[in-house]
């Protein structure tokens, strides 16, 4: 019921939008957002007027949806544009099946999907193998409205196959029982350390930090975070991987010295996100890093903390100059081989928008992309978190935006796991690492 009042509203809302912009003004407000009333021409770029004269079936294809919030804005794009039909095609299982089922559709050549939400890490792999559509011209009149770290997620060899759905980012979760203002939360390394030394061992607290660096993508977010936190970098100036030196090795160190210190448990080496939540949920743990999707489950009733939870960026290493999350998210790209391609662009267009947006987050509880919805009420009501947030997507960083990431990654939990365990010193695993890294890229050439 609570879902279904939720949409009506939302829905009146987009009627009010609609008719606001038949009046010639825009539905957004200060943010330059083309989402009212705006098509694209047959030229490929965005503008705004009448996309009357664009029909035909866009069929959309996504992760499935528990939350009725893509539902809800397939409903008020219809309002918009009841000459498009949209055939939502939800598909099951993990990102990584729905990944597999996406390529072997595209890598055959087939056209009957034309619009796909997809994970940000595809658009690099999807846009080199020739399956996206080169939306670059159709993107620039708009991309303005968007915060940079989404807004790099789209784009390929300077050319942009995507425009963002929703993105997410690398947050540190703390007590806000615990820690008032003041003080503040920790914002770099040594705070972070005196400040988990001083509250462990109290009010339940068994843990200082916990984070995720299991061999999986897990342990490739979190240390190049704490790697980018502390002044390193991925891929340098010269597009090669140079990762062995000083501030990885120390960013490494630190996340030894957390774990040999008792501030981390050494079930960190095998965490993945829901290991870590599990824990601060308990209320056994003053600071926790996790994506954005923790948040709402650290503040239900299941929770021991609820209503006790604070949300700010990653803290800073003694070299880093910002907080560096590991950017996460989703796009929307357009299948190379659609036959609907103008309506399909109409679509995203909407999706990307500053109304759908709205929806997403009201529904399901996702960061934006567009920078104006951090400063909406309604969009603060839902994630109280949402303007401390903002910071930490603005410093964000993607992971390398190279032809094949699934290899580069399967490098980076190979090694990063080698030294934090102790298999290899850290000079000798950083090392093989550049190797390696540095190798596959050239294979992918």
């Not at 991309?143 to 947050?171: F, H, I, R």
């Not at 081989?337 to 679509?347: D, G, L, R, T, W």
């Amino acid at each position: 019921m609570k879902k279904r009042k939720l949409l009506a509203m939302v829905l009146a809302a987009a009627t009010v939008a609609s008719l606001a912009g038949c009046g010639g003004s825009s539905s957004s407000s200060d943010s330059g957002s083309s989402t009212s009333g705006s098509t694209t021409t047959t030229s490929g770029s965005s503008t705004s007027g009448d996309a009357s004269d664009i029909s035909g079936t866009v069929v959309f294809a996504h992760q499935n949806d528990t939350t009725g919030a893509i539902e809800a804005m397939i409903e008020a794009f219809n309002e918009k544009y009841p000459n498009i039909t949209v055939e939502d095609q939800a598909l099951p299982g993990s990102s990584d099946d729905v990944k597999k089922s996406l390529m072997t559709t595209l890598a055959a050549g087939g056209s009957d999907i034309d619009v796909i939400e997809a994970d940000s890490i595809w658009v690099s792999q999807f846009a080199a193998a020739g399956w996206l559509e080169d939306l670059t011209e159709f993107l620039d009149p708009i991309k303005d409205q968007y915060l940079e770290g989404p807004l790099q997620t789209c784009y390929y060899n300077d050319k942009a196959y995507a425009l963002p759905s929703y993105t997410d980012v690398g947050l540190l979760y703390y007590r806000s029982d615990l820690i008032e203002t003041p003080p503040t939360p920790p914002t770099t390394w040594d705070e972070l350390i005196s400040m988990c030394q001083e509250y462990q061992g109290q009010n339940g607290i068994e843990y200082g930090f916990v984070f995720q660096a299991q061999q999986g993508e897990p342990v490739s977010c979190n240390m190049l975070e704490f790697i980018k936190q502390n002044g390193g970098h991925d891929l340098d100036e010269n597009g090669e991987f140079t990762m062995n030196n000083a501030n990885t090795i120390e960013a490494l160190e630190f996340v030894e010295g957390l774990i040999a210190d008792g501030i981390s448990p050494e079930s960190v080496l095998n965490a993945k996100p829901d290991d870590s939540r599990a824990i601060f949920e308990e209320g056994q743990a003053l600071f926790m890093r996790n994506w954005t999707y923790a948040y709402a489950n650290a503040q239900a009733e299941t929770s021991k903390v609820a209503g006790n939870v604070g949300v700010t960026s990653l803290p800073l290493g003694p070299n880093g100059e910002s907080s560096s999350g590991t950017l996460g998210g989703w796009n929307y790209v357009i299948n190379t081989y659609s036959e609907n391609k103008e309506a399909a662009k109409v679509f995203v267009e909407f999706m990307a928008g500053e109304e759908a947006q709205k929806i997403q987050v009201q529904m399901r509880s996702t960061l934006p992309a567009i920078e104006a919805l951090y400063d909406d009420a309604e969009v603060q009501e839902v994630l109280p978190y949402i303007a401390d947030a903002k910071q930490a997507v603005a410093e964000a960083q993607p992971r390398p935006q190279v032809r094949d990431y699934a290899t580069i990654s399967s490098v980076f939990q190979e090694y990063f796991h080698a030294a934090l365990t102790g298999a290899q010193s850290n000079e000798d695993a950083m090392a093989a690492m550049d190797t390696a890294l540095n190798e596959a890229l050239a294979n992918m050439q």
